[in-house]
Each structure stands twice: as C-alpha cells, then as structure tokens.
C-alpha cells in the first residue's frame, strides 16, 4: 500500500481524489484495493467537516419525500387530517409529535429533519 496521508486541506483532499479515480479498478483484498477503502474513508471524513450538511427542515423533507415516491397533498391528508396537511404544507402550523411519528414509521420521513422543526 502506498503512503496514506490524513487529509488536511483542500490540496490533499484533491490528491486524495485523484489517488482513487487511479485505484478504481482495484481488486478487493489486493494493497491497491486496501489503499483504495483507506482513501475512500479518509475522503468521507473530510467531506463531513469540510462541506458539512445541514439537516433539512420538516417541510421541506415532507415534500422530498412526496415527490421522491409521488404522493400528493391528498395522500399526506389522508396521513395527518386534510385540514391539518394544508397547514403544515403551507407552514402555517407545526407537527405535533404523533404526525412525526406517522411520517416517519409510514412514509420514512427521517426523524431527525422532523424534528429540525
């Protein structure tokens, strides 16, 4: 396996970038293959403090969620109440902890971005 540097910076994260683009082709279980999990963890934990990313806010995901798997308002009525979903959608009203754990457990809306707010 060849020299593998922490990351500090944006010059060895490019270095870094460029070493795995040359060891994509490497074979599971060879050194060019252990170089190229190392780089690749190194890569992930730059990135997470590099360019970290904030969690979106509850509405936000509501909607991802429901164009990611094609819902409409009327299925997130039928969800959380039809006078409620217009609320909500429109920001006028917050989710009440149940309506979270509805829209988590049914639609996997992840809890964190429920609870962002």
């Known amino acids: ?3 593998v540097n922490p990351i500090h910076d944006e010059a060895g994260y490019e270095v ?13 279980g060879s050194a060019e ?7 690749s963890t190194l890569i992930e ?23 990611q798997k094609g819902y409409e308002q ?4 039928a969800l ?7 609320e909500l959608l429109h920001r006028k009203r917050g989710l009440s902890m149940r309506q979270a754990q509805r829209l988590h457990s049914d639609w996997g809306v992840p809890a964190d ?4 707010g």
């Open 45 to 67: 934990a730059y990135e997470e403090s590099a360019f970290p990313m904030d969690v979106p806010d509850a509405v936000t995901a509501i909607e991802f969620i429901m164009d």
């Open 80 to 86: 959380i109440g039809k006078s409620r979903a217009s």
């Open 33 to 39: 293959g252990d170089e190229l999990e190392v780089l």
């Open 16 to 28: 870094a970038l460029e070493r795995v683009s040359e060891l994509m082709d490497a074979h599971p």
């Open 113 to 116: 971005a429920l609870l962002a």
């Open 74 to 77: 009327k299925d997130f009525a």
């Open 1 to 3: 396996m060849a020299n």
